[in-house]
Structure formats: C-alpha cells, structure tokens
C-alpha cells in the first residue's frame, strides 16, 4: 500500500506542465548514505546496526529532516518520508530540502551508556554528509532533544568547533527551544481553528483524536483552549471517550504518571478501535501512517479529517471519504509547525540570539495561518481539495527553484 505522496506529486508536476526531466529529477533522491554503526555494548561485546541518511531535494536550500531509531527502518521507508519534508519545507517557505535518517534498531533494550555511543557513532559515519550548510538533523521516532545534544556534540569534536546550527531539537541549554516540543500540536491547533473559522465559526465543534503522544496531547490541549470539545482520545493500548468533552489537562496528567488511558473516572474506557464510532466533526489521526485503510474511510463518522501524523489516509482510503464529501487536511500543512519552529531554532543558533517563547509562539502562528489561508484560498478559487492547492503551492516552488539552479 502506497502513500498518497506518491499519487499526488506526479498529478501536481503534470497540473505544473513540468518537462519529464525535471519530473524525474524531483522524483529521485539525489544522495543515500548506508553505514554500518558498530556498538560496544555494556557487556563488551560488539554488535552492528545499519544507519541510513537519505537526502531528497535541496533546491531550496540545505536539506532538513529527522533521525529515527527504529527495527523498520529502510532506505526506502527513508526516501519516503525525505521527499514529504522537502514538500513540508517548501509549503511552509522554509529555505531547506528534504532528508531522513535513522537507524534500523530498537532501542528499548539499549542502556542510556550504549544510546549514546550509538548515537556518536551515527554521526561520525554521516559526518561528510551533515552539517549547518548542508543538512542539518532533527529528533524523530525515538529520539529527543538527549539524542540531538549527544550528535551536537559529536559534530562539534569531529568538526572542531561548535555549531548549534548543525543540529536542531537540541535540549534548551545548547541552544534548543523550550516550544519545539509542543509546537506541532499547537500549529495543526492553529490550522483546525483557521479552517474552523472560514466555514462557519459557529459553537464548540467536536474532535476525536488518534494517538495520545507529543502530537496528540498538545493538540487536545490546544484545541480543548480554544473551545473544542473533545470527545475521545485514543492510544496503543485502549481509548477513552466523554459525550460532554474529555478533560484533557487531567487525562494528560494521568497519562503521564501511569502511561495509559484507562481512567474510568474521565470518562467510558474500550479498545482503540472504539474511536471509529464517535461522532465528530474532526476526526484527527495523529498516530501511525496509513491508519486510514478504505474500511475504515467507509466506517468513520465525522465531517473531516484532519492529517495530524504523516501520511495517515491511504490513497484509496482518502478517495473514499471525498466521495462521502469529507474534506482532509492534509499532513503537508497541518504538522509542519514542528519543522518551522527547527527553522527558528536554527536562525536563532546562526544570529546567536536567545529566542523567547512567546516570540517563537507568535511567529508559528503568523505563519501557520496564513499559509493555511493561502491553501483554503487556492482550493477554493480552483476547485480543488485542499491536498492538491498544498501540493501545487509546495512542489511549484521547488521546481522554479530547481529550474533556476540548473536550467
Ligand atoms: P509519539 O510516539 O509521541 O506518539 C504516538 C502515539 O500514537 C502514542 O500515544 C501511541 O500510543 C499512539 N498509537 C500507536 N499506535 C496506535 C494505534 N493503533 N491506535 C491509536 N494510537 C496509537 O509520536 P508523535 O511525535 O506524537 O508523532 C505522531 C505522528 O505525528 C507521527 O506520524 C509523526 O511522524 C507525526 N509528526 C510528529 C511531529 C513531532 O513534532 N513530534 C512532527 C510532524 C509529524
């Protein structure tokens, strides 16, 4: 099963009336790096884990995109998800490409001691191919803002001087900001409200949300502040659901001290499939990619879906809930406020001044609601979905730019 990227980026270079070159030049990734990363175990022994960089597109600049630890790790999985951040940084007119890395590892059973030689390791294999000019990482499936100051590092002792620049996601105290972690859910908070907004504005819409992680619990956060109600949450393990509207601080505390969702007191506990039979007005998928199968599109009760996690609705998934008239917010859009907020991490490293929050703050949301007007604009002036006036806007500017680099 394909993602929707694959099917929509062709369409939209034909829709720009592309040569079949420069199609072919935006489609392949122009460099993988695979490298075997030794680990020296607590124990002694020694163990080897293959490493990947994928580096998609960097007409716009240098190219951008995390480092995940994970068993399913591929170069093709890689390609994948560097071809969505160069669309995602370019949709958002950040001057970066599109990359991915990780690891084919899973680093549950992993000492604190051995992650970070293993984290030290991947660096100095992809050093040649790293650095603030030329690719500059960021956290992912995981790995955190702990990760990012042990590569900081690594690059700094292979490089011989400090650059913050080099890496973003960084704990606070080596230049990262405070705000990274919350702001993907509060940028796609921004963009439901905007879209909200426009079509009517009126009363206290209602949401499920899928996956009750980083992006999940900001996001219900975010939302319950602006007057959603939210009606259900769900996560690996279970889902919870209110008629009157969860109350996400307290479930977000509780998740946080138990690590699940079962808290009869807040509301009627099932299994995670159970949030397929909540009513709503946004269903918002901010889980695992590919969640919404053609089943599940036919099942769904809600008026949208809102793509909180990359690449949740299948092609064929999203053909089906078109015909029901269910719009979708697509990814490209809705999560990109972590991936800006990189961006103001690293020009804050560059001009080597402190960034505060609430200017960070008030800086994604600037940006975030206006791009999303420009998406809501052009949709509707073309008559198109949302997912193609996004895809127009972000794979047009990459291909005037490749074109102007290279004729
Ligand atoms: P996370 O690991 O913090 O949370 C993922 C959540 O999904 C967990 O609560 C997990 O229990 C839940 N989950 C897993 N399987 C599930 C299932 N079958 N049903 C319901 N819930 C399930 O990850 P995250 O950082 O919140 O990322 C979520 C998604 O958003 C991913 O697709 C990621 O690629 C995307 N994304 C994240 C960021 C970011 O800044 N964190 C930025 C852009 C995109």
Redesign the pocket.
């Known amino acids: 099963m394909g993602d929707i990227v694959d099917s929509i980026v062709p369409e939209t270079l034909d829709r720009l009336g592309v040569s079949s070159a420069l199609e072919e030049r935006l489609m392949r990734v122009e460099r993988s790096l695979e490298s075997l990363i030794p680990l020296e175990l607590d124990s002694g022994e020694r163990v080897y884990f293959q490493g990947f960089r994928v580096q998609h597109n960097s007409a716009l600049g240098p190219y951008k995109g ?1 480092i995940r630890f994970h068993p399913s790790v591929t170069a093709e999985e890689l390609a994948a ?1 560097a071809r969505l951040m160069t669309w ?1 940084c370019s949709l958002m007119e950040l001057p970066f490409g599109g990359a991915k890395g990780g690891i084919a590892v899973d680093p549950q059973p992993l000492s604190p001691g051995e992650r970070l030689r293993l984290s030290r390791e991947y660096l100095f294999r992809m050093y040649p191919v790293l650095g603030p000019d030329t690719d500059i990482p960021a ?4 790995t955190d803002s702990e990760t990012m100051g042990w590569m900081a590092d690594a690059f700094s002792k292979r490089s011989g001087t400090w650059r913050p620049d080099a890496l973003t996601g960084k704990p606070v105290c080596l230049g990262g900001l405070a705000f ?2 919350e ?3 509060f940028g796609a908070a921004e963009v439901i409200s905007g879209f909200f907004q426009k079509e009517s504005g009126k009363g206290h819409p209602s949401c499920s949300i ?9 996001l219900a956060l975010q939302l319950a502040e602006r007057g959603f109600r939210i009606l259900c949450v ?4 279970g ?1 919870i659901a209110n008629p009157g509207g969860l109350d996400i601080g307290t479930l977000s505390r509780l ?1 946080g001290q138990t690590g699940h969702l079962n808290h009869p007191t807040l509301g009627e506990v099932f299994t ?2 159970g ?1 397929d039979r909540i009513d709503v007005d946004y269903f918002i ?5 590919r ?1 919404i199968s053609p089943d599940r599109a036919k099942r769904l009760s809600c008026r949208h879906v809102v793509e ?5 609705v299948t092609p064929e998934g999203e053909k089906i809930l078109l015909e029901r008239g269910i719009p979708v917010l697509p ?1 490209i859009l809705v ?5 800006t907020v990189s961006y103001f991490e690293w020009l804050g490293n560059r001009s080597g001044d402190r960034q505060d929050n609430d200017r960070v703050r008030d800086a994604l949301s600037t940006r975030m609601v206006r791009i999303a007007q420009e998406v809501m604009d052009r949709a509707k002036r073309e008559g198109r979905t949302l997912r193609e006036a996004a895809y127009l806007i972000a794979v047009n500017r990459v291909a005037v730019a490749q074109s102007a680099r290279e004729g």
Do not use: C, W, Y
């Not at 992680?213 to 900001?218: I, K, L, S």
């Open positions: 995390g998800m995602k956290p992912d499936i995981n990274r972690e702001a993907t859910g899928e996956g009750f992680g980083n992006v999940g619990q900001h769900s996560d690996s393990r889902a998740k995670p499939d949030i998928p901010a889980a695992l990619p969640s909180a996690a990359n690449a949740p990814d999560n990109a406020g972590g991936v």
